[in-house]
């Protein structure tokens, strides 16, 4: 049985395993899941996958594990892959900046593309002071981005790592959710060059923009 990896296309948090995956020349069964639509939001999908209603899944035979993260670890197990770093104190820096990444940045994103993007799309009111917090924790994390990618290529030692996929998942919605990483010259050059390097992470994004440009047209909704 394949391995399935179920989820949204539009999904910032998808194209961290999809892109994973590629690297790691694991195929894997890609099984939609339509959030516009509450699709993960059923009962069955919420008894069987993830209770919390959230994609992306994987299910690898009997083994159902949710949240990015954790499946890009298990993928990467799966092979030996190097995304998880080649030392021992590489592997312990890649998992702190995926920490970090959780705690300290894509949280604060997501608030941030919940406000201005998911309540335009429902037709609700932005609450501007969550906003305005959301956007000074992004400031402050993006600060210390800048800080530790000033001459570095990478986020950990000499090559791409799942630290680097973690922390450059909310790329995925800068322009529809207006984040302020253009502030951050050193963020900007090392996000350029993931593009540029990996065209996996490139094939990624134009799947992931043309979900959200399709879905935004098919609600008449411009940002």
């Given at each position: 049985m394949a391995i399935r990896i179920y989820g949204d296309a539009g999904s910032g948090s998808l194209r961290r395993v999809t892109t994973?995956?590629?690297?790691?020349?694991?195929?894997?069964?890609?099984?939609?899941?339509d959030?516009?639509?509450?699709?993960?939001?059923?009962?069955?999908?919420?008894?069987?996958?993830?209770?919390h209603g959230l994609t992306?899944?994987?299910?690898?035979?009997?083994?159902?594990?949710?949240?990015?993260s954790a499946i890009n670890l298990y993928l990467a197990n799966?092979?030996?892959?190097?995304?998880?770093?080649i030392t021992q104190e590489e592997r312990f820096q890649v998992l702190q900046w995926m920490f970090w990444?959780?705690?300290?940045?894509?949280?604060?994103?997501?608030?941030?593309?919940?406000?201005?993007?998911?309540?335009?799309?429902?037709?609700?009111?932005?609450?501007?002071?969550l906003i305005e917090f959301a956007e000074g924790k992004i400031r402050a994390a993006a600060k210390v981005l800048d800080?530790?990618?000033?001459?570095?290529?990478?986020?950990?030692?000499?090559?791409?790592?799942?630290?680097?996929?973690?922390?450059a998942a909310p790329f995925s919605q800068i322009d529809r959710a207006r984040f302020p990483f253009g502030e951050y010259p050193n963020l900007m050059a090392w996000h350029d060059n993931l593009l540029r390097s990996f065209p996996a992470w490139?094939?990624?994004?134009?799947?992931l923009d043309n979900r959200m440009e399709r879905f935004l047209a098919s609600v008449g909704v411009k940002l």
């Open positions: 994973a995956a590629k690297l790691m020349g694991i195929e894997v069964e890609r099984v939609n899941v959030l516009f639509k509450g699709e993960s939001q059923t009962d069955e999908f919420k008894s069987r996958l993830n209770p992306p899944v994987l299910e690898d035979g009997d083994t159902i594990l949710w949240e990015a799966k092979v030996n892959s190097p995304l998880v770093g990444s959780g705690e300290q940045w894509r949280t604060f994103t997501t608030t941030m593309f919940d406000e201005r993007v998911g309540k335009t799309v429902m037709g609700m009111a932005k609450n501007d002071s800080q530790h990618l000033k001459g570095r290529k990478f986020m950990v030692g000499d090559a791409l790592t799942l630290a680097d996929i973690d922390i490139a094939e990624t994004k134009a799947e």
